[in-house]
């Protein structure tokens, strides 16, 4: 940005300069990574089951493994989830609900791809009816294993957490 | 496919509207992975279609391309909370191909692995119907207590979901050491625990006011649909495919058939609950009777280098040759059933006498079971649907293969 007052200027449109002015106070370093900090504390992910994975993620939930400990509690609306989590195969007629429900949600946002099948097909890798998940979404990290362990989910949770406070995620998923 | 079952919809929905629908899913609270399309006058329900498909994984298709061995662990993933019960019956509809038999010890530790599963499946069906009526307690119990049972098959087999266990002739891996003791504790804790989920869920007037007499199918309903399973049992049919002593060790063992007259949500759950009893009173038989012995069948046991067969017999770790892979299915058709904790599972194995089937069909329990969304929810309130969808116990990728 060559000038920093450039969203500020009131020029009749109030609404959306105001908001660029928002948008702009929140990029800048204080006050981003006060909110990059609480962001990673509330990873939630959207309650969206695609495939059999769904089971080791219903057990990082649950009592033995408790992810909630780390503010990592599964949401049914995706308007108030910040993380999608694919569990798993995502299957054609899955993968147009996978998207609509990755639009729903509100940036910045985050995916995670779980199980072997997500990152290319795994056992399924000669099936007509499976798409990769890397060609539909930004994906932050790939947890291998068919299916991982929930250990495995929540290394990942945690090193999400590393990288959002660091600021690191992707572009994209601070777009729109 | 979905778009045009919309259309569909939509178009049958101009003039009546009185009749409005309500989408559920793919993506909602429950488990997950299908739609429910739910028309509704007022708050009553009048008709529910369920929308599957949505975890189509071609599971058949994919088990023509593969050596008939390597289709085990590709056949687990429909039900994956399940894994023993869901291979065994095609595990069995091989060997009736090959004309092998396990010995004695390795149908023993089929029949304990079998039981450890259902009772972890059982658990996460209890567990998602307690989730469903907003009883979180109750999914925490459950899935606590279901780690219990993983454990247990973790250290029978070595992983937590996919055992692929059972192999045509015998299973992989022999009884660990300490097994039993820790099989024993873990039948104590579930006990007790049973009776706490007594207090807290089945007897607790919230969850009995939402369950009881909720979605009745009554017994001439269930056998015309084609219901299986503890779904089936708890209208009052005596139907389970471990009675037909077709695999495991069940004719040896002393249990019962847990059955119910009712045929509502509430009793459906509750035979599940019986269910696990049952599982445990069969798991002490089996600790108590099991042989000494091979855990392979001959026939394959000579198929092993005499280098690694010693070790393997003495490790009780069965590491198979190459050979094994490549084993010729004799021309012909086999049929295996197997009794899953959803229900019974039904396997039709054809061979043109290659290495690779040249057809496997299976009819999944779920698969018969989805029929009850149609049949059991008109008539109803709209808010008892997730009690009904919570008591079927319904797994989506187990019906949609």
């Known amino acids: 940005m060559t000038c920093p007052f450039m969203g500020l200027a009131f020029l009749g449109r109030l609404e959306e300069s105001s908001r660029k002015a928002a948008q702009w106070l929140v990029e800048r370093t204080p006050v981003r990574s006060l909110r990059d900090w609480a962001i990673s504390f509330s990873l939630w992910p959207v309650h969206f089951t695609t495939s059999c994975c769904g089971a080791e993620f219903a057990a990082v939930s649950a009592p033995r493994f408790d992810m909630e400990r780390y503010g990592f509690l599964p949401f049914n609306s995706p308007r108030q989830t910040n993380l999608l989590l694919i569990e798993g195969t995502l299957t054609r007629k899955m993968a147009r609900a996978a998207e609509i429900v990755y639009q729903q949600m509100p940036s910045p946002k985050f995916v995670v791809a779980m199980g072997a099948c997500a990152i290319d097909g795994g056992i399924f890798h000669n099936s007509y009816n499976i798409v990769r998940p890397h060609e539909l979404f930004p994906i932050e990290y790939f947890i291998p294993g068919c299916p991982p362990r929930p250990e495995a989910v929540a290394q990942a949770i945690v090193r999400l957490h590393e990288k959002v406070k660091r600021s690191e995620y992707g572009v994209k998923a601070r777009e729109t | ?401």
């Open chain 2, 1 to 401: 496919m979905s778009s045009s079952v919309m259309e569909a919809r939509l178009l049958e929905k101009e003039g009546d509207e009185e009749v409005y629908e309500v989408f559920i899913g793919p993506q909602h609270p429950a488990s997950g992975h299908m739609r429910l399309i739910v028309r509704l006058e007022g708050d009553v329900i009048v008709g529910v279609d369920p929308d599957i498909g949505w975890v189509h994984r071609t599971m058949e298709k994919l088990a023509e391309s593969k050596e008939a061995l390597k289709a085990i662990p590709l056949l687990e993933r429909m039900t994956i909370i399940d894994s023993q019960n869901v291979t065994i019956g095609y595990v069995r509809a091989l060997e009736k191909l090959l004309g092998v038999e396990p010995p004695p010890r390795a149908r023993y530790l089929r029949t304990l692995l079998s039981e450890i599963n259902r009772i972890a499946s059982h658990l996460y069906g209890m567990g998602l119907a307690g989730i469903f009526v907003n009883h979180s307690t109750m999914f925490m119990w459950c899935f606590g207590d279901r780690e219990v049972w993983i454990q247990l098959a973790e250290e029978l087999t070595g992983a937590r979901l996919t055992h692929s266990y059972s192999v045509p002739g015998g299973v992989r891996r022999d009884l660990p050491q300490g097994f039993k003791e820790k099989a024993l504790k873990a039948i104590r804790y579930m006990e007790k625990r049973l009776d706490e989920y007594h207090r807290i869920f089945f007897d607790n007037p919230q969850v009995r006011a939402r369950y009881e007499g909720v979605g009745v199918l009554k017994p001439h309903e269930a056998r015309r649909l084609g219901v299986v399973g503890p779904n089936l049992r708890a209208s009052g049919v005596r139907y389970d495919a471990r009675l037909l002593g077709d695999y495991g060790v069940y004719d040896e063992l002393e249990f019962e058939i847990p059955v119910r007259e009712e045929g509502d949500a509430m009793s459906r759950l509750l035979l599940r609950g019986d269910e696990i009893r049952q599982s445990m009173n069969i798991i002490r038989q089996v600790l108590d009777k099991i042989p000494e012995g091979p855990i392979l069948a001959e026939k394959y046991l000579r198929l092993i280098p005499p280098k690694l067969r010693e070790p393997a017999l003495k490790e009780g770790r069965i590491k198979f040759p190459g050979i094994f892979a490549n084993l010729k299915l004799p021309k012909g058709e086999a049929v295996a059933r197997a009794e899953m904790g959803h229900g019974e599972i039904f396997y039709h194995v054809t061979s043109d006498g290659s290495k690779k089937p040249y057809r496997v069909r299976v009819v999944t329990p779920s698969f018969r079971n989805v029929i009850l969304f149609r049949y059991l929810p008109p008539g109803h309130r709209f808010m008892d649907l997730p009690a009904i969808y919570g008591s079927l116990d319904y797994f989506p990728p187990e019906a949609d293969r």
